[in-house]
């Protein structure tokens, strides 16, 4: 019975436009960061360029011609500044150089720029050593580079994007999905009873099968976009070449899984229940406040955390089970954390969602079948032995 | 009705259940044996609905137990009942074919037969050219033909009908009456509450009616008639009769042909015959037992229940 009700779930919700819509765009942004990952770690060798040289500018061809990691330039000698422009204006050389100026045909590339300037330098040295009677071996020596250690008090941050980005998915994601699939679940709860269609239902089967089936349906549904966040990190993180990735953001990955499924049983029961409260769709907004907060709560402690994650808020909110499904992940993404704090902190969650999924379970049941003013919470809790009108 | 054992049907035994102050139902007693046609009756408030609720175990009951077929009604029993309830309700954006094939479907019916029994009913209930509109485009009595569906698709063994007939246009409500009988006819026990007595009185042969909670009569009609107090001597002249006062009882109308006189049950009928008979020739005289509606407001409607409460019938 449970399976028919979620089945319903899937199918009815995943044929609506909101839905497809809500999917595309994140299916579609995600595959468009991966592309981005791609295109900045593509590393097809030196990019082809060619230099136009006239008359005075000669004695720097040689080295022009070496090339760097970025570079393969070909040099090309015209005969007069005219011809050189003509040549620049049909694009078969890139930039004019006549030993005084640099000439584009608009805005400068600025690596090339970079580098003529400095093998003009470079020639321009060898031959003021020259002239001055020095050897190879004096320039050597006079050019030598001076080595200086790096040292960093935040002990190396270039980790700090793969962690922003794991963090981003597991705060953000995590955030974004609980509150847009726990509004969902709360307006279908409210459209059964304001429809009265919840009577018939509950004359087939109990409360808990309905609200269950109801619950992985969505659950499901939300779970698949939760996938493709990952997925999208997933990929982001295998083309990541320059940097290790710490194994404290892979390990961010599974547990904001994880983490995004006790949440959702966590929250989507919580807001169910605030849905079997109210009567009409208009009383919603307002009594959606009490679940609502803790979940901004914990997105907001994330957000403002980006900078200096190793503080006291992420840290206790991270363990509390109101903020922890964003927070956990969150921690874990941008920190190295201890793995006992990490079991700790799950098994604190998986616990209170035993006990969200009663506690709301009994608001559900006694207030599913009232009709007219609002139920409360002190009613609710007060009658929570004795379901049903 | 066929014989039954006792613990044949649904039997509702000293059912109670109270909300705070309020008493919705206090120790009532009911049965509905296999096919058999039982019209709940009772003013709004008198725990009809309480008592329906609690045989699909949506109200928990502070006392008194439920069976089907001599067990306690449990959940397998449940969804073997169609339940209709006195507010409709189904689910507005959801095409009918869908809608009732997914409610035979969490009675326990695989797909394939729930579609199967959803397409033969919406064939019966003329639904077809609609099976694949959304509800909520639906006219009022369409949408209450696929109410019935939803009730009747999965083969209920008993039917808990509130208000059946409440909204329903003369042409749906002779569909309704038909298939209840049918139903009854085929076996599946049928409780169904309502306040249109007249239907009431046609389709049954038995009601219970209930006040405050409490069972003031139940039976077959015709006991309930013959258990009235009241009954009607209708007298029709062959001309006009200046006056007439009758000698027992209550006139209720009088037309200078015509007379209606209210008698209580231990009147001298063929006394007052005689008396008519003396105030001219007569071409018509009747005695009428009560109508249903006539016996319930008397049963129920004068405000003093407690003291009028009888026990009549079989």
């Known amino acids: ?389 | 009705m066929r014989p039954g054992s006792e613990s044949d049907g649904l039997r509702i035994v000293d059912l109670a259940k109270r909300y705070g102050a309020v008493v919705a139902v206090d120790g009532l007693d009911l049965s509905v044996p296999r096919g058999g046609l039982i019209g709940f009756l009772g003013p709004n408030g008198a725990g009809k609905t309480t008592t329906m609720r609690a045989v699909l175990g949506m109200v928990r009951p502070d006392r008194g137990s439920i069976t089907w077929q001599g067990r306690p009604i449990d959940d397998d029993a449940r969804r073997r009942t169609g339940y209709m309830p006195q507010e409709r309700g189904l689910y507005a954006r959801m095409k009918v074919r869908e809608q009732v094939a997914y409610f035979g479907q969490l009675a326990g019916m695989r797909r394939r037969v729930a579609e199967a029994r959803a397409d033969a009913w919406i064939e019966r209930l003329d639904l077809t050219e609609r099976a694949g509109s959304m509800v909520q485009e639906l006219s009022g009595g369409n949408q209450q033909r696929v109410q019935l569906a939803v009730s009747l698709v999965h083969d209920p063994e008993l039917l808990v009908l509130d208000e059946p007939f409440a909204g329903l246009d003369p042409v749906a409500a002779e569909t309704m009456r038909r298939i209840i009988a049918e139903r009854a006819a085929a076996g599946v026990s049928v409780l169904f509450s309502s306040h249109q007595l007249d239907v009431v009185e046609d389709l049954c042969d038995e009601v219970v009616i209930i006040a405050d909670g409490q069972l003031v009569a139940s039976g077959l009609i015709t006991d309930l008639r013959s258990a009235s107090a009241t009954r009607w001597l209708r007298v029709r002249w062959t001309q006009p009769v200046e006056r007439w006062t009758p000698l027992e009882g209550v006139i209720e109308s009088f037309d200078g042909r015509t007379a209606v006189v209210r008698l209580d049950r231990d009147a001298d009928v063929a006394a007052s015959i005689a008396d008519a008979l003396s105030a001219g020739p007569v071409s018509e005289v009747a005695l009428e037992p009560p109508r249903l509606d006539e016996i319930f407001t008397e049963l129920v409607g004068s405000g003093h229940l407690r003291s009028k409460r009888t026990e009549a019938g079989s």
Do not use: C, H
């Not at chain 1, 136009?52 to 070496?66: D, F, H």
């Not at chain 1, 400095?118 to 020596?141: H, I, M, T, Y």
């Not at chain 1, 976009?225 to 290790?244: E, H, N």
């Open chain 1, 1 to 389: 019975m449970i399976w028919t009700i979620a089945r319903r779930e899937i199918v009815t919700r995943s044929r609506s436009k909101a839905f497809i819509g809500m999917t595309a765009v994140l299916f579609v942004g995600v595959i468009a960061v991966a592309l981005v990952q791609v295109f900045i770690n593509s590393d097809d060798g030196p990019r082809q360029v060619t230099i136009g040289l006239v008359g005075g500018g000669a004695e720097a061809g040689e080295t022009l011609e070496l090339g760097n990691d970025d570079l393969d330039p070909t040099v090309e000698v015209v005969d007069t500044v005219d011809t050189g422009e003509a040549r620049l204006q049909d694009g078969s050389i890139d930039v004019l150089f006549d030993g005084e100026a640099l000439t584009w045909k608009g805005l400068p590339d600025f690596a090339l720029d970079g580098y003529v300037r400095d093998s003009v330098q470079q020639a321009a040295f060898a031959q003021r050593a020259q002239d001055l009677g020095l050897s190879e071996a004096d320039l050597a020596a006079l050019f030598a580079p001076v080595e200086l250690d790096e040292v960093r008090l935040d002990g190396g941050d270039d980790e700090f994007g793969v962690r922003l980005a794991a963090a981003g998915v597991a705060g953000f994601a995590t955030f974004m999905l609980l509150q847009v699939w726990g509004s969902f679940l709360m307006m279908g709860v409210i459209e059964e009873k304001a429809s009265k269609v919840v009577e018939i239902l509950l004359s087939q089967v109990r409360p808990s099968t309905l609200l269950g089936g109801k619950v992985i349906g969505l659950g499901f549904l939300a779970l698949v976009q939760m996938l493709i966040f990952v997925a999208g990190l997933v990929v982001g993180l295998l083309l990541v070449q320059d940097i290790a990735v710490p194994g404290s953001v892979w390990g961010s990955v599974p547990l904001s899984v994880l983490t995004f499924l006790l949440g959702f049983g966590f929250y989507a029961t919580a807001y169910a229940a605030v849905g079997s409260m109210v009567s009409r769709q208009e009383d919603a907004t307002s009594a959606q406040l009490p679940v609502m907060f803790p979940l901004l709560a914990g997105y907001f402690i994330a957000a403002t955390s980006i900078g200096a994650p190793d503080n006291l808020a992420v840290t206790i909110g991270s363990f509390v089970p109101f903020t922890s499904p964003v927070l956990l992940p969150f921690r874990a993404a941008m920190l190295d954390v201890p793995l006992w704090q990490l079991a700790a902190s799950l098994v604190i969650l998986a616990a209170s969602t035993v006990l969200m999924l009663r506690f709301a379970g009994w608001i559900y049941r006694f207030s599913i079948l009232r009709t007219g003013s609002r139920v409360t919470w002190i009613e609710a809790w007060r009658n929570r032995r004795d379901p049903v009108l």
